[in-house]
């Protein structure tokens, strides 16, 4: 069994993730004016369209080309060493130490300590109207599944089958689709709590809700 | 009460003072502010009589104020005025100038689109003893006094449809159609139907409408103005606006601003200037036929004898389109013609009756007549520097070409064509007759041996695989490079991140890729001799009336620099380009907008180059092909000079394909704006080159005035084809190809002109 406690110190004993920027092809570096300790925004925009910092710009064949920040985050890195120099792809440029938040962390760890049933195709997917209804009325934590259960039907051009729960019994602890939207194949579609570890996620989930501070 | 009410109006048109001279005129607002406040303070200690006495004196002072500001308004003051609440709407002017009216499809906010207002009204007028009700069909922007279901009169795509739709029932009930424009501009939707498409829809169906249409501006923005403003008479009010843009957007335009940056007051007030909004300089440049005044300040819904005048001016204009292409009216056209402002007593058109509906022939009359009236617009806002003789000479060159067309094609061709017709059916059904008698006789013969076996290479040419054809690849050799192809240098291409492509090496990309990326498929930008040199037979392409030069109409500050500098930079001498070409010995007319000249955009020159080139395939009878290289709209600083271009080229467009003329438009890079809604928008093939951009407003623009972020893929030629505005999209490199079969399937196999 995951030792949940266990889990969230590690997580809060480095509370970041860090990412390295890598020179995507080979070139000569030239770093923006950035510093180490400072903060860098990630894409942002509903549709992502604004670009994060520039980091740097590595130029081949007189097409220079910017680097931009993917993550928000705090810089730790400079390899400045490279400034000016030709560079081999996957070169390290510029490491960001991304903080992280409240449902990033809960998602980590939810991942990990629930049975994740994945989707076999993909699909549109819905609870069968039994369930649904139950999971409308008082949330899909009401809701126990137990092996073999006819639990979905799988919806793909109009072609609706329906989708038999494997694994442990448990509740349904955390929903990751939505209606009208395909989900991947291999994609968690559920997160199942045996009932016995129920007490103990609740508490990592209260405790990451008060004690976490976040970063940003 | 009565005094209450009083008050309380006195308050409304002190407010509407303040609001219209925002920061300016502070003291004839203050001297206007102690006296009301001083009224106000009075009221209680008089009796009802003084009350009235007092009233009136303020009253009479707000008169003599609002007269003397009237006389220093500024154009960005008319602008304010215009947008006001207090100002008169729609729903005012049925309510007032007609004599009954009936809202077609609407109440309130529960209508298709509460920002375009369709009535069943009638006009009740006297002749001798008999009383006659006039039916119109009143059409116009509802901007309404502040509700904001109106979105202040910008109309989505299907209120101009609706608009349409109710156009297209007057013309079924032969019935004139009064529009009245109150719009800052129509709404930016890109959907189906889109703004654009839409508002192109309605010029093409406007130019051809066979009912008196009879226009009223008082705001008129842009497109939004267009949609239903063609008209065979245009009246405007005195304090009304009609402008290619708002003084905010030339502003920002003319300022480079950035999103979010606002523009000076300043800078505002001088657009507005230069411009040339007003009623007056509209009415000077010929747009409008006659202003229609106002009281001071502007009309509010108060304003009782200004609703008169409207109502005689309106009847009096349906009069004069409809007298125009009758036949038989002298004395009454006589009366039409005494002015405004002349001494003497004008007519009252009420007692004066002319039947609206039209024959058949008046109705033909009246079309024409708007073409023409159209045609001879903004003439004098380009230039033209030939020489008399060559004038003379291009003068008599047509007139050849006229009389030959005449011979040709409409003598001539018609009694062939009669001919061939006859011939083809005599053919075809002595075809059956042969086949029915000669059966027994072929059965006999095939069953013989050695006959009827194909040749070899008959059964090779069905059979075999088909070879791919080098010739339209041209296997990367093209007649014209880019010159960007000479350097030595690699591009990365703006799908790298999502498509994974590789960075190409620019005379790669430039020379042989002809500006595709290898990978994905994305096509940059080219010049727009790459696709005249390279789709066209090579030597065959010869510009015509390329003397036509872009001008500054309106003396717009600095465009004269910048004009110069264009002409210095392309080499041409405005935005568009016209030539003759063969295409695989098929002869075509080209007009061509070429974005680095002003971005491509639309003004008078153009518009003239443009129609021009229409008419000569119209003569010529061949078939004409808009190529967009680039377009950002029509130019700004030419004001309503470039505006006009819109229904102008449109009205040629349909001219010449009424007249049996097959019209493409092939989009590449950026198109945006009045082009695209107005001779562009309304052809009915449509292509468009892979990764153009198409679309009616930009992205600034629509987050300026709609407050939305749009996705990045908003305008691509993808989406305008799931929107059903284009009808293909062509990789470039097989362009030649596409035009060509283009041609084959659209105008016929032998006979690409119907």
């Known amino acids: 069994m995951l030792d949940i406690s266990q889990l969230l110190e590690e997580i809060k004993a480095s509370p970041y993730q860090e990412e390295t920027i890598v020179a995507p092809h080979t070139g000569v570096v030239t770093f923006a004016p950035i510093k180490e300790g400072k903060r860098v925004r990630g894409p942002s925009g509903v549709w992502k369209e604004v670009k994060g910092t520039l980091l740097a710009t590595i130029e081949r064949e007189r097409n220079p080309k910017p680097i931009h920040a993917t993550e928000k985050g705090k810089v730790k890195d400079i390899f400045r060493q490279y400034e000016g120099t030709f560079v081999e792809a996957g070169t390290p440029l510029v490491s960001i130490r991304h903080y992280l938040s409240k449902e990033e962390v809960l998602g980590i760890i939810l991942r990990k300590a629930l049975h994740l049933f994945k989707a076999p195709e993909r699909a549109k997917y819905y609870f069968t109207p039994d369930v649904d209804k139950k999971v409308k009325v008082s949330g899909s934590r009401s809701v126990t599944v137990q092996n073999g259960m006819e639990l979905f039907i799988m919806s793909r051009m109009k072609r609706e089958t329906p989708l038999h729960y494997e694994g442990p019994e448990g509740l349904i602890y955390a929903v990751y689709f939505q209606h009208n939207e395909n989900v991947d194949a291999g994609q968690p579609l559920i997160g199942i709590c045996p009932p016995d570890q129920l007490e103990t996620i609740e508490e990592v989930v209260m405790r990451v809700q008060t004690e976490w501070v976040e970063k940003e | ?754």
């Not at chain 2, 063969?582 to 491509?600: C, E, Q, S, W, Y």
């Open chain 2, 1 to 754: 009460m009565d005094f209450d009410k009083k008050l309380h109006q006195l308050n409304d048109r002190l407010n509407y003072i303040r609001d219209v001279f925002t920061g300016k005129q502070e003291e004839n607002i203050r001297l206007l502010e102690s006296k009301l406040n001083e009224l106000m303070l009075r009221e209680k200690h008089l009796s009802a009589s003084e009350q009235q006495a007092a009233a009136a004196t303020v009253d009479d002072l707000f008169d003599f104020v609002e007269r003397k500001l009237e006389e220093d308004l500024t154009p960005m003051d008319r602008v304010r005025i215009v947008r006001h609440s207090q100002r008169v709407c729609l729903r005012d002017v049925l309510e007032n100038v007609y004599d009954n009216y009936t809202e077609i499809g609407g109440k309130d906010e529960n209508s298709i689109d509460p920002s375009m207002l369709i009535a069943r009204a009638y006009i009740t007028r006297r002749s001798g003893k008999k009383v006659y009700h006039q039916p119109v069909m009143v059409i116009g922007q509802e901007k309404g006094h502040g509700e904001e279901f109106r979105n202040g009169g910008s109309v989505k795509p299907w209120g101009n449809a609706k608009a349409l739709h109710y156009m297209k029932v007057a013309e079924t009930e032969n019935i004139p159609i009064h529009t009245y424009v109150f719009t800052p501009g129509s709404y930016p939707v890109e959907d189906a139907p889109g703004a654009a498409q839409q508002i192109a829809r309605n010029l093409y169906e406007m130019a051809g409408l066979r009912v008196p249409v009879v226009a009223v501006f008082s705001e008129g923005g842009s497109g939004g103005a267009e949609a239903i403003g063609l008209a065979d008479t245009r009246l405007m009010l005195s304090h009304g606006y009609y402008s290619v843009i708002s003084p905010e957007g030339a502003a920002a335009i003319e300022g480079r601003l950035k999103e979010g940056q606002r523009a000076t007051p300043e800078l505002i007030e001088k657009c507005a200037r230069q411009l040339r909004i007003t009623a007056a300089d509209n009415r000077r440049m010929g747009y409008i036929d006659h202003v229609i005044d106002e009281p001071p300040l502007g009309a509010r819904p108060y304003h009782y004898d200004f609703f008169r005048s409207l109502r005689q001016e309106v009847i009096r204009a349906t009069d004069e389109v409809v007298l125009g292409v009758k036949g038989f009216a002298p004395f009454r056209a006589m009366a039409l013609r005494r002015r405004h402002g002349k001494k003497g007593v004008t007519p009252d058109f009420d007692n004066i009756y002319v039947r609206w509906n039209l024959s058949s022939n008046a109705r033909d009359r009246l079309v024409m007549k708007r073409h023409r009236k159209f045609r001879r617009l903004s003439r004098q806002a380009c230039l033209d520097r030939r020489a008399v003789h060559r004038r003379i000479w291009e003068w008599g060159y047509d007139l050849g070409w006229d009389v030959y067309s005449y011979f040709k094609y409409d003598l001539w061709r018609k009694h062939q064509q009669r001919i061939v017709y006859a011939v083809e059916e005599v053919d075809a059904e002595a075809r059956v007759l042969m086949n029915r008698l000669l059966s027994p006789w072929r059965k006999l013969s095939g069953s013989l041996p050695g006959s009827g076996k194909p040749a070899e290479d008959k059964e090779k040419e069905l059979t075999m695989l088909s070879q791919w054809d080098q010739e339209d690849q041209r296997n990367g050799e093209w007649r014209y490079v880019s010159p960007r192809a000479k350097e030595d240098r690699t591009i990365t291409c703006p799908n790298a991140d999502s498509h994974g492509c590789l960075d190409l090496w620019a005379p790669d990309l430039f020379g042989e890729f002809a500006g595709v990326c290898n990978y994905c498929g994305h096509h940059f930008p080219m010049e727009s001799k790459w696709f005249v040199h390279n789709i066209f037979d090579n030597g065959s392409v010869f510009e015509f009336n390329s003397e036509l030069e872009a001008a500054n109409p309106l003396g717009f500050e600095g465009l004269d620099v910048k004009l110069d500098q264009a002409k210095q930079k392309t080499g041409q001498k405005s935005g568009c380009v016209t030539f003759e070409a063969r295409l695989d010995n098929i002869k075509i007319v080209v007009a061509m907008l070429t974005a680095p000249f002003r971005g491509g955009s639309v003004g008078a020159a153009e518009g003239e180059k443009f129609i021009r080139a229409a008419e000569r395939a119209k003569k010529k009878r061949f078939p004409f092909l808009a190529y967009v290289h680039g377009t950002a709209g029509i130019r700004i600083q030419e004001g309503t000079n470039g505006v006009i271009q819109m229904p102008r080229c449109t009205m040629a467009v349909r001219r010449y394909i009424e007249e049996g003329g097959l019209y493409l438009v092939v989009y590449d890079t950026n198109s945006y704006a009045g082009p695209l809604a107005s001779f562009l928008g309304c052809s009915p093939y449509q292509f468009a080159i892979r990764s153009a951009n198409i679309g009616f407003a930009g992205r600034g623009v629509i987050k300026e005035t709609t407050g939305m972020d749009i996705p990045p893929d908003y305008h691509n030629a993808f989406k305008a084809l799931s929107r059903g505005h284009i009808q293909g999209i062509w990789d470039r490199r097989e362009a030649r190809q596409n035009l060509r079969q283009a041609l084959l399937t659209m105008g016929g196999r032998n006979l690409y002109y119907r």
